[in-house]
């Protein structure tokens, strides 16, 4: 039995705590709102964020000194955008070194920063080499109710990528592990844009043809630019590529669905995010890849039009017809060229 640390009780740490505590951890389950680690503590649940009944032994804290203490491993799950804030605290009042994995999803706007660079800018202990990584096509809803579920851990010391494994893999969560974390980090945070433009797409009334031309050309985006970045162009066909772009592009537990399912209806942004309440990271990391194209002239036609749509108030039947207009050309298997370029050597 392990002593682990998940900071973050919303749905997502709420959920990977069930996973831990069913395997037998230790779980110290953070929150920085005194009130909500209370309610955990008294009524074991976290209804705001999940619905289901929170294990006994998860203990809630809303004092990071004491919920860190002592720990073999830190799980990191707060929004892309608290990270920065959260590990600078989180290096005050470190002790020692556990095993740190983050299951954030999402790239730094202006410094263009994947989640475990912005982690080992804050944390003197780590460097990148030491952190890992946690994505793939799991919605906390299912994996707090047990639901089969498989995932990737990743880190380029695969030693700490193992530690990760053993800590989360039961019948019910299936890890897997690979050496690619630039590529695990960029799927999962891309394909949260793709995800907008799926539920925009509903939102306005088109059929399955549209919504799967979407996910494909999507997916010829993300490893377009992943492999520009130094990502395995494989390891988009794999559960932190294409699965969780099609569990994030067509189920309503999706947030970044949700939120384009509402835009395409035609709601302004800030309506939506307001009426979200939670986090919807493909927002700000639309931002984030419409920079990294631009600086690496790479071509995103998808993700250059949900950008119009979030932050230059294009209407979004506009960009579909944009889209639809482009210049006629040949479909290119942007994998096919990737892999055969990169590793068919």
Not at 5 to 34: E, P
Not at 280 to 293: D, H, I, L, N, P
């Amino acid at each position: 039995m392990s002593k682990v640390a998940v900071l973050g009780a919303g749905s997502w740490g709420t959920a990977l705590s069930i996973v831990l505590a069913d395997n037998g951890h230790d779980v110290r389950l953070w929150t920085h709102r005194k009130e909500q680690a209370e309610i955990i503590n008294s009524t074991h649940k976290n209804e705001k964020y999940l619905e289901i009944m929170v294990p006994e032994q998860i203990k809630a804290f809303s004092n990071l000194e004491e919920a860190i203490d002592d720990v073999t491993a830190i799980v990191l799950v707060v929004p892309s955008k608290a990270i920065r804030e959260v590990c600078s605290e989180l290096n005050k009042v470190q002790k020692n070194k556990p095993t740190l994995i983050h299951a954030s999803k999402g790239i730094e706007p202006g410094s263009l920063k994947r989640v475990s660079q912005v982690i080992s800018e804050e944390m003197d202990a780590y460097s990148e080499e030491d952190i890992v990584v946690l994505s793939g096509p799991s919605h906390a809803e299912e994996v707090g109710k047990r639901q089969p579920t498989t995932v990737t851990v990743s880190s380029l010391n695969m030693s700490n990528a193992e530690i990760a494994q053993d800590l989360f893999i039961n019948e019910n969560f299936r890890v897997y592990t690979s050496p690619d974390i630039i590529g695990i980090e960029l799927g999962g945070a891309l394909k949260n844009i793709i995800a907008l433009g799926a539920g925009i797409s509903d939102g306005l009334g088109y059929g399955d043809n549209a919504k799967a031309a979407l996910i494909t050309r999507g997916l010829a985006e993300i490893t377009r630019l992943g492999a520009s970045l130094g990502a395995n162009p494989l390891t988009f066909l794999g559960l932190p590529g294409v699965g969780d772009l099609i569990v994030t592009c067509t189920s309503v537990h999706s947030r970044n669905w949700r939120a384009g399912n509402l835009l395409g209806k035609g709601k302004k942004l800030d309506t939506v995010l307001e009426q979200m309440g939670m986090v919807v990271e493909g927002v700000r990391t639309a931002k984030a890849a419409y920079q990294f194209a631009e600086e690496q002239g790479i071509e995103m036609p998808i993700t250059n039009g949900i950008h119009q749509i979030l932050f230059e108030d294009m209407q979004p039947k506009d960009v579909v017809e944009q889209l639809m207009s482009r210049t006629k050309k040949e479909e290119m298997n942007d994998l096919a060229i990737l892999i055969s370029t990169n590793y068919g050597k």
